[in-house]
């Protein structure tokens, strides 16, 4: 085949896909804040939740993070967020991930008051993107209740989009979300001996 | 079983995790910089490179930005980084989505034009992160040679990280990443009729 013709049939190759994409622009005319739900096990659950705060606030939109484990490790996200925009609201569950506290008890606690500064951004219209980072452990450690943590979710403001991360979730999530992508690990660098890199994974 | 023997149960159990999460981060030793790649059909794979570019902005790194397609539509990526974050170096190649532009010839010429600035970044040791957004569509259409873009990312420098989005991609640029998420879509607002979401989509 002539390059000629490769070009005029990538040509029209190319309309037909313009033609499909646009079709399905135009029927996407629902406008409303959605429900994004990342899970699975590989990298870029979190990193995807902080792509859309960059993009927000990008937009000048109000932006409200909630993270729900945290290690003992400085990570970039929260440098960002104190020293850099101080303007996006910030709670960190204090007590680390829950394998280093141990204290189911305390963990408990923890989770309930996390939830309820989550609760209010999810009830405040002032708020167009709310993150709710590593929420799924506090649901299959059954530290929040499943139902009602949908409830609050499913009742915010309309405009509102909320983004929930972390490896399963459950069916009951996955079903409410408007947005489900499952990151599949295929391989990680910290498998193959390389530290965590700042920047990337932390 | 009593709530004493529920906790003291899970604390046995967050021992052994601890255990575990501690023994794998002993024996990620290696530091250098890592080459992440996002495939598969979800959403997630853009939004979470530009998660790892706020991670890095934190730590206060040297961050560049290669968008291999850009649609005509304005994104929050894009305002983020030319109104919040002049120092991030940002190009975008300038001929839109291969469907809107229709014409192999200016294309290929577009994406070896961009992939001239990947490559200086790829060749600089002041950068510390380069995010190649939708590269693999430039491999996927032969726009660029696979051989040539694994090379200079190969040789990058040693410190320096590197994160690759896009469907598709192939096999080779799987083996030579440190870490390779596939992003597979469960659902997508999109498909219900929502349209999409600046803050979220854009």
């Known amino acids: 085949m002539s390059d000629v013709d ?8 190319m309309q037909k896909q313009k033609k499909r994409v646009d079709a399905r622009i135009k029927e996407a005319t629902t406008e409303r804040g959605v429900f994004v739900f990342l ?4 990298k870029g659950k979190s990193s995807s939740a902080f792509g859309m705060v960059l993009r927000a606030l990008g937009y000048g939109q109000k932006v409200g993070v909630i993270q ?4 003992n490790r400085t ?27 141990q204290d189911r008890e305390r963990d408990i606690a ?8 989550a609760s209010q951004m999810l009830s405040d219209d ?7 980072d590593e929420l799924t452990y506090m ?15 499913k009742n915010r403001p309309v405009e509102q989009s909320v983004v929930v991360t972390g490896r399963g979730g459950g069916a009951r999530l996955r079903e409410l979300a408007d947005t489900v992508s499952e990151v599949k ?11 965590a890199r700042p920047g990337v994974d932390l």
Not at 6 to 13: A, D, F, L, P, T
Not at 185 to 195: M, N, V
Request: charged share 25%.
């Open 6 to 13: 490769i070009n005029e049939r990538h040509k029209q190759k």
């Open 75 to 101: 990570t970039g996200e929260s440098l960002f967020l104190s020293n850099l925009h101080p303007d996006v609201d910030h709670y960190q569950m204090g007590t680390g991930f829950t394998w280093d506290s």
């Open 139 to 153: 649901l299959g450690y059954k530290y929040l209740d499943v139902e009602k943590v949908l409830d609050v979710i």
């Open 39 to 42: 899970t699975g096990n590989g």
């Open 110 to 117: 923890a989770a309930e008051t996390t939830w309820e500064v």
């Open 185 to 195: 690990e295929i391989k990680h660098a910290f498998k193959s001996g390389i530290k």
């Open 126 to 132: 002032s708020y167009d993107l709310v993150i709710l």
């Open 68 to 71: 729900f484990i945290k290690g």
